[in-house]
């Protein structure tokens, strides 16, 4: 059996490891998504992130099951939709989520998008924390908030949210909401890590990618991790799955990731 490299982890507050570099699963028909999870898996891949809307989890928990690795070594992320938000509805979206994923439990179970009206977002998110405190999720956190909805959560729940995914790429590097989360010590997560492949053509990060011998999307991944975020990166062909996991073999210099802060556009 080869040797398999695996992602670094990140720590959540409350003690969970979390796969620095996951595999996203967004707009992945579901005919793909076996043998890309399956792919992933097979190129190192230790963290699959999906959710509800994507109408691909029955697929994911499928490839998890048959992905010859043991469960407690593949992080499962899932995500609640906006018509399941309140406190009952929550918890019935959420145990649809891990009927269809068919496993007895989830790592990361996030609101992925605030709703309108934020006291629904707090009745929400106790019943996520009633969801952990039953062990079915091994973390709770959030997708796609701002800072002040953020801190509502912190201030009237009573479990710090351990993760906020919101998009973010060398074009796109959410400067003030990173802060927030470190201060407020909740992990930062990528979603579009690529900038949905526009950030692989910006003229800084081909001239990095010349530079290093390595592509440009090896280099954006690089620069995310180096940052400290956790990224999701997403494709369903094998050759470019296994390009993005392999970024562990080398490191950006100073220049390189001050270069990459000047790009931020948004």
Same mark, same amino acid.
């Given at each position: ?127 996520? *924390? $009633? !969801? %952990? ?9 959030? +997708?796609?908030?701002?800072?002040? =909805? /953020?801190? &509502? ?85 094998? *050759? $470019? !799955? %296994? ?9 950006? +210099?100073?220049?390189?990731?001050? =270069? /990459?802060? &000047?790009?931020?556009?948004?």
């Amino acid at each position: 059996m080869t040797h398999t490299t695996l992602s670094p982890t990140l720590t959540l507050h409350d003690d969970v490891a979390i796969p620095q570099l996951g595999f996203g699963v967004y707009q992945v028909s579901g005919a793909q998504v076996g043998p890309a999870v399956t792919a992933a898996v097979e190129a190192g891949y230790r963290h699959i992130d999906t959710a509800k809307l994507y109408r691909n989890e029955e697929e994911v928990g499928d490839a998890v099951r048959g992905a010859g690795v043991p469960r407690q070594d593949v992080f499962v992320t899932t995500k609640l939709w906006g018509d399941d938000h309140g406190y009952d509805a929550a918890r019935r979206g959420f145990d649809a989520s891990l009927g269809r994923l068919g496993l007895e439990y989830v790592d990361l179970y996030l609101i992925h998008w605030p709703s309108p009206e934020d006291d629904l977002n707090v009745e929400t998110w106790r019943a996520l *924390e $009633r !969801i %952990r405190a039953d062990g079915l999720t091994r973390a709770i956190g959030v +997708s796609n908030f701002g800072a002040d =909805q /953020l801190r &509502r959560l912190a201030d009237e729940g009573d479990v710090l949210p351990s993760i906020n995914q919101v998009q973010l790429h060398p074009t796109m590097q959410q400067d003030g909401l990173r802060s927030v989360h470190e201060e407020m010590g909740v992990v930062t997560e990528a979603w579009a890590p690529l900038g949905k492949a526009r950030d692989l053509d910006d003229p800084v990060v081909r001239e990095i990618a010349d530079q290093t011998g390595r592509t440009p999307a090896q280099v954006v991944l690089r620069w995310h991790l180096q940052l400290g975020n956790v990224a999701i990166p997403k494709s369903v062909t094998p *050759e $470019r !799955i %296994r390009e993005n996991f392999a970024v562990f073999d080398f490191e950006l +210099s100073d220049d390189a990731m001050a =270069q /990459l802060a &000047r790009i931020d556009s948004a």
